[in-house]
Nanobody
């Protein structure tokens, strides 16, 4: 079992960059693929990116492809989401979550452990 905790959110202007971090407690961190999701007020939770157990395989949603990059460091139990060229429509609460399965999935219900989220607000 792992417990994610997100950090790094904030208020920025359009075009700025942020790096979100997600730290995990527990000794089995490398056994989980990690996903990033976001949820804006009144909207469903949306898949953003996923990184495999080893960090070799990464997946990014089309809406953020080319601007966001997911990565992980298994030595320090951390996952990152580098967000560049931020837009107002990126405003949302961002969550990281752990998936024990091996198959690529974008469904929030496939992820077992969730953090509390970190707010990103992008002003125009």
């Amino acid at each position: 079992q792992v417990q994610p905790v997100e950090s790094g959110g904030g208020l920025v202007q359009a075009g700025d960059s942020l790096r979100l971090s997600c730290t995990f407690s527990g000794s089995t961190f490398s056994e989980y693929a990690i996903g990033w999701f976001r949820q804006a007020p009144g909207k469903e939770r949306e898949f953003v990116a996923r990184v495999s157990r080893s960090g070799v395989m990464v997946y990014h949603a089309d809406t953020i492809k080319g601007r966001f990059t997911v990565s992980r460091d298994n030595f320090v139990n951390m996952v990152y989401l580098q967000m560049n060229s931020l837009k107002p429509e990126d405003t949302a609460a961002y969550f990281c979550a752990a998936d024990a399965g091996r198959a690529y999935t974008t469904r929030p219900t496939d992820y077992l452990y969730w953090g509390q989220g970190t707010q990103v607000t992008v002003s125009s």
